[in-house]
């Protein structure tokens, strides 16, 4: 900002030309840009060894789904959006940082083959699985930018219903569990909300504080387990959530949906080493 008003001064004492001017104005963006960008490389370095796993988390002997979005850049083609979306390296390593005020999901859970071949039975998710995620904010946090939230949710029409979920939107049934660095008054300590909902209404919401996500630990890993209907969230290998009735009995759950609501500043989340698993038995032959 004060670049930019350093520039107008000089203008008016030098008579640059607009087009000169708008030179200028791009440079000063450029360089803006650039030192954001190498913040966040230097604080995801310096957290690199504070994102832990439980220990009471375990995966499935099987990997269903995966996305470490090592592809490139742009938007991964495994997923899908209402808002935007682009992958962004930090530190060596590729990160996808989402947009505000959107739903962000994926195409495909459960591999055709496993169908195919009669070991799961459709593209539902299992009724015991494991999930994880790492996430990443940069610093200075604003506590009015909205928490990023998972959300398992039963939809009708995949392509078309994932959208009607959001910051402070939902439809159907689903478990939305949200994360946020900082809690109201106190830098100190994050929070954590857990709400349920069933045929469009919420019956359930929770919220507390937790301290290992936070401003000054902004790296973190995010675990789900899901056990029938009991669903256990830890976070950096704390356990944050344990709810024996999460899900719904006799209803089919079949994506997988991160929201975010409003940006303040510069405030983004970022999202990597995605993974879903299960416990497959294969049947002696």
């Known amino acids: 900002m004060k670049k930019n008003i350093l520039m107008v001064i000089t203008i008016m004492l030098f008579g640059f030309s607009n087009a000169q001017f708008g030179d200028l104005l791009k440079q000063a963006g450029n360089k803006t840009k650039e030192k954001l960008e190498k913040k966040a490389k230097e604080k995801v370095s310096g957290n690199s060894s504070k994102s832990k796993s439980s220990k009471e988390f375990s995966e499935g002997n099987t990997v269903l789904f995966s996305e470490n979005f090592s592809a490139g850049k742009g938007f991964p083609v495994s997923m899908m959006t209402n808002s935007s979306a682009q992958i962004v390296e930090l530190d060596g390593k590729n990160w996808l940082q989402l947009g505000s005020e959107g739903a962000f999901t994926f195409k495909t859970l459960i591999p055709e083959k496993l169908i195919k071949d009669k070991v799961l039975k459709d593209r539902n998710l299992p009724e015991n699985f494991s999930f994880e995620f790492d996430v990443y904010t940069n610093e200075n946090f604003k506590y009015n930018t909205k928490e990023l939230a998972t959300v398992f949710a039963s939809l ?43 045929n469009g209404k919420e019956t359930s919401k929770t919220e507390k504080a937790q301290r290992v996500f936070t401003i000054e630990k902004n790296l973190g890993k995010v675990q789900f387990m899901r056990n029938g209907t009991q669903l256990k969230v830890f976070l950096n290998g704390e356990k944050i959530w344990d709810v024996q009735d999460a899900f719904e009995e006799n209803v089919k759950y079949n994506a997988i949906i991160f929201t975010t609501g409003e940006y303040k500043d510069d405030n ?9 698993t299960t416990d497959i038995i294969e049947e002696p032959k």
């Open 156 to 198: 009708k029409v995949l392509k078309t219903d994932f959208k009607k979920w959001g910051e402070n939107r939902y439809d159907g049934t689903g478990v939305k569990t949200g994360i946020h660095p900082i809690e109201f008054g106190d830098k100190d300590k994050g929070q954590t909300r857990m709400m349920l909902y069933e």
């Open 268 to 276: 983004k989340f970022y999202i990597s080493n995605i993974k879903l």
